[in-house]
Nanobody
Framework: QVQLVESGGGLVQPGGSLRLSCATS????????MGWYRQAPGKQRELVAS???????NYADSVKGRFTISRDSAKNTVYLQMNNLKREDTAVYYC?????????????WGQGTQVTVSS
């Protein structure tokens, strides 16, 4: 039974910060690359950050230098620290296991967590 539960979203002003959490269902996810995705209204879902089982990270150009992905193996949790938030970051954020070739999520999508950046 696979569970990926996102939390930590909310309303924040431009320039502010949020930390998102992705709680996974077990230690099996330690073997997989994990990713954070986002989807804004009227736009395609996009992969914004990923981290491998060895800790190698990758970021979309739009968030590079502002977002940091990390993982805590003991807690089976993946985090996304978001700094200097912009209005363009407003979206529903999801976690999943990226397919190696396409980057699309392997598992069914959860509810996600809403991030709204507004003054």
């Amino acid at each position: 039974q696979v569970q990926l539960v996102e939390s930590g979203g909310g309303l924040v002003q431009p320039g502010g910060s949020l930390r998102l959490s992705c709680a996974t269902s077990g230690s099996a996810f330690l073997r997989y690359t994990m990713g954070w995705y986002r989807q804004a209204p009227g736009k395609q879902r996009e992969l914004v950050a990923s981290i491998t089982s060895l800790g190698t990270t990758n970021y979309a150009d739009s968030v590079k230098g502002r977002f940091t992905i990390s993982r805590d193996s003991a807690k089976n949790t993946v985090y996304l620290q978001m700094n200097n938030l912009k209005r363009e970051d407003t979206a529903v954020y999801y976690c999943n296991v990226p397919r190696a070739t396409t980057g699309e999520g392997f598992y069914s999508w959860g509810q996600g967590t809403q991030v709204t950046v507004s003054s």
